[in-house]
């Protein structure tokens, strides 16, 4: 028989009272980092002849997108999905009422489809076009609001015309992925967990058309996606309006050779104030765009060498150096003096197809200019 001695069975009590804290402590850690839900609506248009292929592209991305978002930020994701029989005013309100929120939840509704207005309609924002029976986007935006959440983003990527048409099909170049820099969640925290209010998005403003590829998925989704990889993978500093004003730039980038007709605009409306950043004349956006107008070969030689003038003085010291990439961060292809470099864009810009400003890998110095400029370039397919 085995006889243990006073002393041995307090050590292994102690030892296993210890172990079952530790554990109890790190299931409440677990459990309490979780505990706040990311609850996502994603309605598409997958049973349409024109849109079907497209709609659901767009949700199958956008849901690996939003599931992505809300580990990043250790929130519950919560996903409900209406497709098929599920596509219609009645599927929307039923998953809208599945929804029990917290005070600190969030929640993303996401639309691909068709969309109308129509003259007697007062709202700017579309209508969402059903198996059933229409829906405004302003109105489920409102019924969302008042579940209370944290945060409430609502986005409709669908026609706003003042009739009933299909969306535009047209070829669309893939979206190109932002260059990986670093995979903190500091950019993500910001854009959904310390934003305290709600934002409104539509995919094209009133009277206007969204556009569509058959393979590629919307074009406003993709830019939108594109815009939010870039801010987490490049940006230091970043907004919701800095964010989006940047997918409207890559939107209209996108569509510059198509005719006006087909042309569309995004919008968007936020009850929260916008976020102050240093330097705003030379934020991530404003760079941006001054580099992809300035390569932009619509624009005459003299139109691109007046702003490229114009740019140095404002964005740039007269010493700056451009440290250029073409797609690995690891391996910059060369520096150049700034003056060098602006020149060659305006010189070479048909072979251009589009640049991406690195914030996190560059400089900013006195008076909001900066010293070092580091990029990624795209070339254009020869």
């Not at 993978?233 to 940047?246: G, K, P, Q, R, Y």
């Not at 330097?279 to 490229?308: G, H, M």
Request: with cysteine.
């Amino acid at each position: 028989m085995l006889t243990l001695h006073p002393t041995s069975m307090t050590f292994m009590s102690l030892r296993t009272y210890r172990s079952v804290c530790t554990l109890v402590i790190f299931l409440l850690i677990s459990r309490l980092s979780y505990s706040q839900n990311f609850y996502a609506v994603l309605v598409a248009d997958t049973k349409d002849p024109s849109l079907g292929v497209s709609c659901e592209k767009d949700m199958e991305e956008m849901s690996g997108t939003l599931r992505t978002i809300s580990n990043k930020i250790k929130y519950n994701y919560q996903e409900v999905i209406c497709i098929q029989d599920k596509f219609g005013k009645n599927g929307i309100q039923e998953a809208i009422l599945k929804i029990q929120c917290q005070p600190e939840d969030i929640i993303f509704f996401y639309y691909t489809g068709h969309g109308i207005n129509t003259t007697t309609e007062t709202s700017n924002f579309p209508i969402l076009y059903l198996k059933d029976e229409n829906l405004e986007l302003e109105t489920v935006h409102r019924l969302l609001k008042e579940k209370k959440p944290r945060f409430c983003l609502t986005l409709g990527d669908c026609c706003n015309n003042l009739f009933s048409e299909t969306r535009s099909m047209r070829s669309a170049t893939p979206v190109l992925k932002g260059i990986t820099v670093t995979q903190d969640s500091l950019i993500l925290h910001k854009l959904f967990v310390e934003a305290n209010g709600d934002l409104l998005i539509s995919s094209s403003k009133k009277g206007e058309r969204a556009t569509a590829h058959p393979n590629d998925g919307s074009f406003y989704t993709n830019t939108w996606k594109q815009a939010l990889a870039y801010a987490e993978n490049h940006n230091t500093h970043v907004s919701w309006e800095t964010l989006l004003t940047d997918a409207e730039n890559r939107l209209q980038e996108s569509l510059k050779s198509f005719p006006d007709s087909l042309k569309h605009h995004s919008q968007w409306v936020r009850s929260f104030p916008e976020t102050v950043l240093p330097c705003p004349q030379a934020s991530f956006t404003e760079i941006n765009r001054f580099l992809n107008v300035l390569a932009d070969e619509k624009l005459s030689f003299n139109e691109r060498n007046k702003l490229r003038t114009l740019g140095q003085k404002v964005f740039f010291n007269l010493a700056a150096q451009v440290s250029i990439y073409m797609s690995d961060p690891e391996k910059p292809v060369e520096t150049q003096p700034i003056d060098h470099f602006l020149k060659r864009v305006v010189n070479t810009a048909p072979l251009i197809d589009e640049f991406n400003f690195v914030e996190r890998l560059s400089t900013l110095g006195q008076g909001c200019t900066y010293d070092l400029v580091t990029l990624q370039e795209i070339r254009k397919k020869q």
